[in-house]
């Protein structure tokens, strides 16, 4: 919790929010053993809250003013005794945030609360957490960055630890996320894996992402690699299979190409051991591929 929250400091007086980052500095500054480098963040916090002053001349009986405005605009961040950041305050700007659909800023300002105290109207705090943790996990399972879905997962997982993720959309997503992962970290290791692993994901969801495409990628390179490994009957179970999913002219061609390679072999008696099938008889799937209808 105290390496997260400092971890935290640096974003936060770069967009200088400095209610959240009170709230971090005094939590942390309250610890013993002191934690390494907080004095210099808090130092750092208080010149941001200074506000710049303008050049202006003024009378000196003024001067006397200006010090106080800067005084009472700034905010104490190395407090003496105990340190009792505003945790309602701090709630109220994390609804705020989930009402503006601020996710980043109601999960930090949410950590910031239970990281000073657990036990803070808990059932508040654990529903808005829920919430921004599921909805900014949906909002990277929807978008276009397929990078981000592991990150997605992280935020999902974390959700459940704040209430009922099995009634969550997040919970769906997560499920098809993970297959989806492990399917294309299977591509470019083992054709028989990633094919599988992409068949189980599209007799799930068909139209996820670009699933349907890898699946045909994926025939058509395996058919691609039997075929210029010197076994064409195999070559053609693949390509058949990719055709089932979608008609291509070059993959048709492969495929009668492949089937005469696999005649001749059979004629001259050099197939060696026998491919798994070539094509395969009607309900029964070739390697890799799904069951064909009766």
Do not use: H
């Not at 829920?130 to 276009?144: D, E, I, P, S, V």
């Amino acid at each position: 919790v105290i390496s997260d929250q400092l971890n935290r400091i640096p974003g936060d007086i770069a967009s200088k929010n400095l209610v959240l980052l009170k709230a971090r500095l005094d939590y942390l500054i309250t610890l013993t053993p002191g934690v390494p480098g907080v004095l210099d963040f808090a130092q750092t916090a208080t010149a941001i809250s200074i506000p710049t002053a303008t050049a202006t001349p003024v009378p000196t009986a003024t001067k006397p003013a200006v010090e106080a405005t800067a005084e009472a605009t700034s905010l104490p961040f190395v407090p003496s005794g105990s340190a009792t950041p505003d945790l309602t305050a701090l709630l109220q700007q994390a609804q705020s945030a989930v009402s503006t659909t601020d996710w980043d800023t109601a999960i930090n300002t949410l950590d910031a609360i239970m990281g000073y105290d657990e036990s803070f109207q808990k059932a508040a705090v654990d529903a808005l957490m829920f919430q921004a943790l599921t909805k900014k996990a949906l909002t990277l399972y929807r978008g276009g960055d397929t990078s981000r879905l592991a990150e997605a997962n992280q935020l999902t997982d974390r959700a459940s630890q704040y209430g009922n993720i099995e009634t969550s959309e997040a919970n769906y997503e997560s499920i098809i996320a993970s297959q989806y992962i492990d399917a294309v970290n299977a591509i470019g290791v083992d054709y028989n894996l990633a094919i599988r692993k992409l068949i189980a994901l599209y007799g799930q969801a068909p139209s996820y992402r670009d699933v349907f495409q890898l699946l045909v990628s994926q025939y058509i390179g395996y058919g691609d690699t039997l075929a210029s490994g010197g076994q064409p009957c195999s070559a053609v179970a693949q390509y058949q299979s990719a055709l089932s999913l979608r008609n291509d002219a070059s993959v048709s061609a492969k495929s009668d190409a492949a089937q005469t390679a696999c005649t001749t072999q059979a004629t001259q008696g050099t197939s060696g051991t026998p491919a798994p099938g070539g094509i395969a008889p009607v309900g029964i799937a070739p390697v890799g591929a799904p069951p064909t209808p009766g």
